[in-house]
């Protein structure tokens, strides 16, 4: 399985900005479709966006379109979430998992998790 780190969390003010980083030990990001999902205290872990492996396509839950944007740098076999206009619903847990030859589809199809980096979105 491959280990993954994820980095970049925070606190920020409502509106703010943040850049979560997910980085793989001990295999590259080349035939894994890559998801990062939150859970928040007392609420069912949800998907937030994913990056398919080959074609690079991109999925976004509703609550986040248009705010968040997922990419991958297979250079630097990395894969980022860039956060803008954050909400204080936005405070949770956030990680990365894997999809080994994956489409981005069920939670249970990601087979490697993060530990997970905190967010806190408040005033």
């Known amino acids: 399985q491959v280990q993954l780190v994820e980095s970049g969390g925070g606190s920020v003010q409502p509106g703010g900005s943040l850049r979560l980083s997910c980085a793989p030990s001990?295999?590259?990001?080349?035939?894994?479709?890559i998801g990062w999902f939150r859970q928040a205290p007392g609420k069912e872990r949800e998907g937030v966006a994913c990056v398919s492996y080959g074609e690079g396509r991109v999925h976004y839950s509703d609550a986040v379109k248009g705010r968040f944007t997922i990419s991958r740098n297979d250079a630097k076999n990395m894969v980022f979430l860039q956060m803008n206009s954050l909400k204080a619903e936005d405070t949770a847990a956030y990680y990365c998992a894997t999809d080994y030859l994956g489409d981005c589809g069920k939670i249970s199809d990601f087979g490697s998790w993060g530990q997970g980096t905190q967010v806190t979105v408040s005033s």
């Open positions: 001990g295999a590259t990001l080349d035939y894994y479709s």
